[in-house]
């Protein structure tokens, strides 16, 4: 890489990052992310933190490098993987959103196994990264190229681009996630309920979105 790429690299960096980091809303759903574990152990967040953040990592840069082609194969496109994450989506903010107020968070600590074992699904998927992160990685990963005057989405810089980007994001939510629960009692019971309830209700709202784009781009293919 020539000095004279740099710039061009962190523009591309940056791009990914401001892509990424409104859909991926490490803050809410961090909020979302302590509602359902509820209480644990300090070891064993930060270690669900970490599986979380790598599991995202890994999910984002597939769905950038690689996401058009492995769809291609399946025969499954985009639109049919927004309708049915986006519903799964919808479903969990909506169950979210009707708790009652008093089981908000759970009291009782959970086993560290078996929280540990649903760290991709569904705490990565699809509350970290859902069907929207993924489809805009998937879109991302066609605009580097040009953004970077590239042919290949393998290409050195893009690879660099893409991995530097989707890693700053993936940090935030280690972060965020790690310490939800000095959040939690920083904001107090009220506070904490405030903001389950309003990410839960954000969360609903990106699902039902998901849901129409992925209905829109269907009906668009009907109608040509």
Known sequence: MLWTDIPHVVKATFLVVAALFPIVNPLGSAAIFLNMVGPLDRGVNRLLSQKIAIYSFFILLVSMLAGVEILSFFGISIYAVQIGGGLIVTVTGWSLLNRPSGSSTPTDKVDPHTVLGNAFYPYTLPITVGPGSISVAVTLGAHL????????????????ASIVGIALVCGIVYVCYTYAQSAEKLLGATGTEIVMRMSSFILLCIGIQIVCSGLRAYLATVHH
């Open 145 to 160: 190229m040009p953004s970077l005057d590239l042919r290949s989405i393998l290409s050195p810089l893009v690879l660099l």
